[in-house]
């Protein structure tokens, strides 16, 4: 019993130590591996910065309390992952971003960007316009009732007779006929 104060302990010859509680009223340097706790239950606090250059950091949530920023060179979840704020996803333009699963957008824009180019899928959208040729393989369908307005630019009609079908054929030259109104003149188009 008793207690050694005010005294270097291996100063000459280090030598092993074993205490209950080891405490630095200064900067205390450990050379070699350091283990802090024996068991899954302890508690470990850091009430001042901690510079960890190397090594892994397991089964430890990081920011739970008080996030901050973090730099990573691969980020990985095992999980869904949720970002807030801003999220920018690559830095150049040649870089690759791969989607294994499925992405849900519900605002913002996608420019410079080809939709379906490997493999289609359906669209649905409330303005469709295109600053070149635009080409639909199928049927398709202009307007969803009798008093929509079909604009054609670029092709010059005549009248080609009278109609009390929607979508009826010319009786010559077969060109297709644009609906105005039911029993009103069609315009024969010439192209």
Not at 29 to 49: H, Q
Not at 145 to 163: A, E, F, K, S, Y
Request: charged content about 10%; overall charge negative.
């Amino acid at each position: 019993a008793g207690a050694i104060d005010n005294t270097t302990s291996g100063a000459t010859t280090a030598s092993t130590g074993a205490f209950t509680t080891p405490s630095a009223s200064g900067a205390a340097t450990f050379n070699g591996d350091v283990t802090l706790g024996d068991a899954f239950a302890v508690t470990i606090m850091f009430t001042g910065t901690v510079d960890s250059n190397a090594g892994a950091i397991d089964n430890t949530t990081i920011g739970a309390t008080t996030a901050s920023t973090g730099a990573f060179t691969t980020l990985l979840a095992s999980g869904a992952a949720t970002f807030k704020g801003d999220v920018t996803l690559g830095d150049a333009v040649a870089d690759t971003i791969s989607f294994t699963g499925t992405g849900d957008i519900n605002a913002g824009a996608i420019d410079s960007t080809t939709i379906g180019a490997t493999t289609a899928s359906t669209g649905a959208f409330t303005t469709l316009s295109a600053t070149g040729a635009a080409t639909f393989n199928g049927d398709v369908t202009l307007g969803d009732t009798v008093v929509d307005t079909m604009m054609l630019t670029g092709i010059r009609g005549h009248q080609c007779g009278r109609h009390r079908q929607h979508n009826h054929w010319c009786d010559y030259g077969e060109h297709w006929c644009v609906h105005h109104a039911v029993g009103q003149w069609c315009s024969r188009l010439h192209w």
